[in-house]
């Protein structure tokens, strides 16, 4: 009963950040609903007993990748259209597919009948899922932690890219001023 | 409904919203943040089937999930800055004659 609660509770929550965010203006607010309905989720992974999903959530999602978008919105308050417009001219397609989509998510939802639940002690306590990790996953792992190392390269690369661009640029445009 | 259909409904309401927002919102950023509330309203599901089966690999896949999400980000974001330091706006309008 309890645990009911705390579900419900919690994915108010998620989804009332969800919706705040079509409202808020300002960027670095839709960022901060992002981030309740993102401990919203964490919280219902703790409820449901996966804590160490919860863990993640928060310090993956909540520590990392969102705290990487607040320095992007602090790197570009950009008052332009953007900013005075929220929405744009597909607001009306925009509400008829998200009428058009919920309805079709509850039609399949009601539908389908639910696998049983399997019981499982202690699957997802910490010291089990990093045994079962190391143990059957770690080369999965191991690709990931490539896969990240790219997207860093790859970062650094498109920065460059640029730069290099913008020194060509300069340049082309000092050997034309010198000869014109 | 019990608490997992519940949650299920949650999670297909968050992608909706997500998708939802990426097509009506005119901001770039902004619109980076509706693909992740997708994302998590992918993982929620992923989390609720991996719990009610009791499967680990559902975990573990959520965790690889998570990794590949933070690296998406880390591409995303440089891409998104080196655009608006090209055109000085963050409106999709803006870049419409980009022809790859």
Known sequence: MIETLFLLVFASGALLGAVAMFFLRHPMRVALALIGTMLSLAAIYAALGMHVIAVFQVLIYVGAVMVFMIYAVMLLDVRDRSFTERFSALGVAGLAGLLLLVGVLLDGLLRSEMPPAAVVEDAFAVGTFAVTFMEGYWVYFALTAVLLLVAEIAASAVIDIRRRGRDRDAADAAEAQKHG | ?100
Do not use: C, W
């Not at chain 2, 997992?4 to 999670?11: E, G, K, N, P, Y």
């Not at chain 2, 770039?28 to 997708?38: A, C, N, Q, R």
């Not at chain 2, 719990?51 to 995303?76: D, R």
């Open chain 2, 1 to 100: 409904m019990d608490d997992m259909a519940f949650l299920l409904a949650v999670s297909g309401l968050l992608f909706t919203l997500g998708l939802v927002g990426v097509i009506v919102r005119r901001n770039l950023l902004v619109m980076l943040m509706f693909l992740e509330l997708m994302l998590n309203g992918v993982i929620l599901s992923l989390v609720v089937f991996s719990h009610q089966l009791g499967s680990e690999a559902g975990g573990v896949l959520v965790f690889l999930v998570f990794v590949v999400a933070a690296a998406e980000i880390a591409i995303a974001v440089p891409i998104l800055l080196l655009l608006v330091r090209l055109k000085r706006t963050l409106d999709p309008g803006a870049y419409a004659g980009l022809k790859g």
